[in-house]
Nanobody, 125 residues
Framework: QVQLVESGGGLVQAGGSLRLSCAASGRTFSNYAMGWFRQAPGKEREFVAAISSGGSRIYYADSVKGRFTVSRDNAKNTVYLQMNSLKPDDTAVYYC??????????????????WGQGTQVTVSS
């Protein structure tokens, strides 16, 4: 089992930027894909971005493409989500998640077995 701890959320004005971090422990981080998801009040959880174990394969939701960048530092067991040009619609609790199976790239929530506690991102207009 892997433990995930997110940080970096906060309150920002529209057009601003934030960088989320997710530190992992408990298993070989570099063997697993990582994902970011978000959940806004009254809405279902939605996929944001995913990155493969080695970082060569990346996928974004259309709603964040061109504004968000996912990256990882396997030496630090950390995955990042750089969020630029933030919009009020980006307001949500953001969660990082670790893939269930080694060396398997996925964007499906049910294929992620470990989740962080979430970090709140609030974008004011």
């Amino acid at each position: 089992q892997v433990q995930l701890v997110e940080s970096g959320g906060g309150l920002v004005q529209a057009g601003g930027s934030l960088r989320l971090s997710c530190a992992a422990s408990g298993r070989t981080f570099s063997n697993y894909a990582m994902g970011w998801f978000r959940q806004a009040p009254g809405k279902e959880r939605e996929f944001v971005a995913a990155i493969s174990s080695g970082g060569s394969r990346i996928y974004y939701a259309d709603s964040v493409k061109g504004r968000f960048t996912v990256s990882r530092d396997n030496a630090k067991n950390t995955v990042y989500l750089q969020m630029n040009s933030l919009k009020p619609d980006d307001t949500a609790v953001y969660y990082c998640a670790a893939g269930l199976r080694a060396y398997t790239f996925t964007t499906t929530g049910s294929d992620f077995g470990s989740w962080g506690q979430g970090t709140q991102v609030t974008v004011s207009s």
